[in-house]
């Protein structure tokens, strides 16, 4: 398929990850870093407006469940996964990815700011969980041992994003930074706005991602541009 955006190390394509990921190279990929549809209904209050698609609650656990299997033959064995999940889906995310891959154990992302519920009767969600695994071989992660909580990474503002549930590009970065070799190779089926591909461009590092919706295909091709105009200024 040709791809909606590429230049010599990132890679996006448009359309259904099911149907991409078995035509990438096999044992390809050091690291798997997603935000799949949530399993869940989720309501964008931002003004970022629609709902993602995919995310009823059955649908979503079932397009992660398939993309896995897609994927897996391009996942190399010492691969490092990194899978955001919400409260109230992180079982079944667990369940899908511990039959594919060894899950190490979660990341929680402090977000140090609230966000929607009941605000009398409820604590804040103020945070999300990203689940980490690996593949069949042990790959040291780089620099000394770190916590599980990640703070410091605010998330993007409703008036800056263009994707409801986009997430902050350093945050990604750091994880890509711990998890992956140099110039290795980043899968992200679910790229929604490109927050990921942009993480790696900036990383120099090769990436490839998948998205279902041509705006925000459009949307992060804009953002790959721009970081390649700026890497050329430089
Ligand atoms: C939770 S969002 C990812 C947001 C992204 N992390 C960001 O920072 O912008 C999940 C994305 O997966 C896309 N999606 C849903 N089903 C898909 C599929 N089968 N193949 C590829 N993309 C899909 C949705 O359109 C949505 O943009």
Redesign the pocket.
Known sequence: MKPYFQTNTITLYH????D?LPGLTSESVDVLL?????GMA?EAKGRSGAA????GSRQ?MR?FR??LTAAGPALKADLHAFV?CHWQSWPDFFDATSSHLRVKGALMWWKARGGMGDCAASFAPDYEVILHATGSKRRRLAGKRHGAVLSGYPP?PNAK???????PVNL?AYLLERACPDGGLVL?????????LVAAQQLGLRAVG????ER?CE??AHRLEAGTALARAA
């Open positions: 359309g259904d990850c099911r991409l997603t935000d799949p549809p949530y989720y993602i698609r995919a995310d979503g397009v398939q993309a955001y993007v994003r263009t994707h409801p549930t986009e997430k990604l992200d089926p679910f790229a929604g706005s490109g927050a990921t998948v998205e279902l919706e925000y949307a992060a």
